[in-house]
């Protein structure tokens, strides 16, 4: 089970922090990532990170965004700053239970519910 939280509304500029709480499956040996969907557009990968602490950013996030994780507590983190309005939209947490950091929606097969985000 993944559990966001974090998201909100913010300015230009401002900086959000999402988490997700994992739950049932080993934490440590999954591949995780953060999506999210803006209305009308394609869910697109934002930011992936594996159990060898490799990690993936999409262009449009790199030196702005930057994903975590805490095997101890079970929690996946994605620091947002410098948001802009192009940011806004529903974020989700996903996870795999094998792999290199991937920002390919395929390549996923958990998913939770989501968190919006608004950048206005």
């Known amino acids: 089970q993944l559990v966001e939280s974090g998201g909100g509304t913010v300015q230009p500029g401002g900086s959000l922090r999402l988490s997700c709480a994992v739950s049932?499956?080993?934490?440590?040996?999954?591949?995780m990532g953060w999506f999210r969907q803006a209305p009308g557009k394609e869910r697109e990968g934002v930011a992936a990170?594996?159990?060898?602490?490799?990690?993936k950013y999409a262009d449009s996030v790199m030196g702005r965004f930057t994903i975590s994780q805490d095997y101890s507590s079970g929690i996946l983190y994605l620091q947002m700053n410098s948001l802009k309005p192009e940011d806004t939209g529903m974020y989700y947490c996903a996870s795999f239970p094998w792999g290199r950091a991937s920002l390919t929606r395929s390549q996923y097969q958990y998913w939770g519910q989501g968190t919006q985000v608004t950048v206005s």
């Open positions: 990170i594996d159990n060898w602490g490799g990690t």
């Open positions: 049932g499956f080993t934490y440590g040996d999954t591949r």
